[in-house]
């Protein structure tokens, strides 16, 4: 879902193949598609005995039952551990080879499977603003620039009761993009880009082609993963709960 060539965001968005007269995009403005968001309308040991009774069987089940449940959390949290600890050294994914890349989307499967909010669209725990630390988007990225010209860190915010999200850059760009969400089941969103901010102050409306779908797959009260539509993976920490999308 890249919506020109080089917008900086978390929402990975399509454009259509048509070159209709609409706004020229910054540069700094690609990749706005992989983002979900919540509905307007408003997630034992094996035993190799050859003599057992059925009594012995039922009472193996239950005792193998306990063991299984009380380590999906402990699981959970050695497993997110795993992949904070594999993606530190890695500037966000700005540095990742194919190889750490392949490592951290292993992990990142294994700790979507055991997922502790099953409809993370109607969770308020997915409200409020995230910051990006680790995505394959290279146009979010930038890797194509100096440092010195890529943005120091990226920022989504998402609000489930006004069905609105905001994907924001910090130095040196500052741009902003807002957009409405519609959800289209308890994990993934459609999301439609109504307006751009260059350098946070410059105002321009969004063509109708900036249009993407995004799917949470992880999310806890501190940690979000979710994929976009064109493939990429992208994880979030919370940083603040109380901020609102302006509408």
Same mark, same amino acid.
């Given at each position: 879902?890249?919506?020109?060539?080089?917008?900086?965001?978390?929402?990975?968005?399509?454009?259509?193949?048509?070159?209709?007269?609409?706004?020229?995009?910054?540069?700094?403005?690609?990749?706005?598609?992989?983002?979900?968001?919540?509905?307007?309308?408003?997630?034992?040991?094996?035993?190799?005995?050859?003599?057992?009774?059925?009594?012995?069987?039922?009472?193996?089940?239950?005792?193998?039952?306990? %063991?299984? @449940? +009380?380590?999906?959390?402990?699981?959970?949290? #050695?497993?997110?551990?795993?992949? *904070?600890? $594999?993606?530190?050294?890695?500037?966000?994914?700005?540095?990742?080879?194919?190889?750490?890349?392949?490592?951290?989307?292993?992990?990142?499967?294994?700790?979507?499977?055991?997922?502790?909010?099953?409809?993370?669209?109607?969770?308020?725990?997915?409200?409020?603003?995230?910051?990006?630390?680790?995505?394959?988007?290279?146009?979010?990225?930038?890797?194509?620039? %100096?440092? @010195? +010209?890529?943005?120091?860190?990226?920022?989504? #915010?998402?609000?489930?009761?006004? *069905?609105? $999200?905001?994907?924001?850059?910090?130095?040196?760009?500052?741009?902003?993009?807002?957009?409405?969400?519609?959800?289209?089941?308890?994990?993934?969103?459609?999301?439609?880009?109504?307006?751009?901010?260059?350098?946070?102050?410059?105002?321009?409306?969004?063509?109708?082609?900036?249009?993407?779908?995004?799917?949470?797959?992880?999310?806890?009260?501190?940690?979000?993963?979710?994929?976009?539509?064109?493939?990429?993976?992208?994880?979030?920490?919370?940083?603040?709960?109380?901020?609102?999308?302006?509408?």
């Amino acid at each position: 879902m890249a919506l020109s060539p080089n917008f900086h965001s978390i929402f990975a968005t399509s454009q259509s193949s048509s070159n209709s007269a609409s706004p020229k995009l910054p540069a700094s403005h690609s990749s706005l598609t992989n983002l979900h968001f919540p509905n307007k309308t408003v997630r034992g040991n094996s035993y190799n005995l050859s003599r057992t009774s059925a009594s012995d069987e039922k009472w193996r089940a239950n005792v193998s039952f306990f %063991p299984a @449940f +009380l380590n999906k959390g402990k699981d959970a949290k #050695a497993l997110k551990e795993e992949l *904070l600890e $594999a993606i530190a050294p890695l500037d966000r994914g700005a540095d990742a080879t194919l190889e750490d890349q392949q490592r951290v989307d292993q992990i990142a499967r294994k700790l979507e499977a055991v997922s502790p909010t099953k409809e993370p669209l109607k969770s308020d725990l997915l409200n409020g603003k995230w910051v990006l630390i680790y995505t394959t988007s290279k146009s979010i990225l930038q890797t194509q620039r %100096p440092k @010195f +010209l890529r943005s120091t860190a990226n920022y989504q #915010a998402i609000n489930t009761d006004t *069905l609105r $999200a905001q994907n924001m850059e910090s130095w040196p760009f500052f741009n902003q993009v807002t957009a409405d969400l519609t959800p289209l089941n308890a994990r993934k969103v459609a999301v439609k880009f109504d307006s751009f901010k260059i350098g946070g102050l410059i105002p321009i409306r969004a063509p109708g082609r900036a249009r993407g779908e995004l799917e949470i797959t992880y999310l806890d009260e501190e940690l979000r993963i979710s994929r976009g539509d064109k493939g990429n993976l992208f994880i979030l920490k919370m940083v603040d709960p109380s901020y609102r999308v302006p509408v």
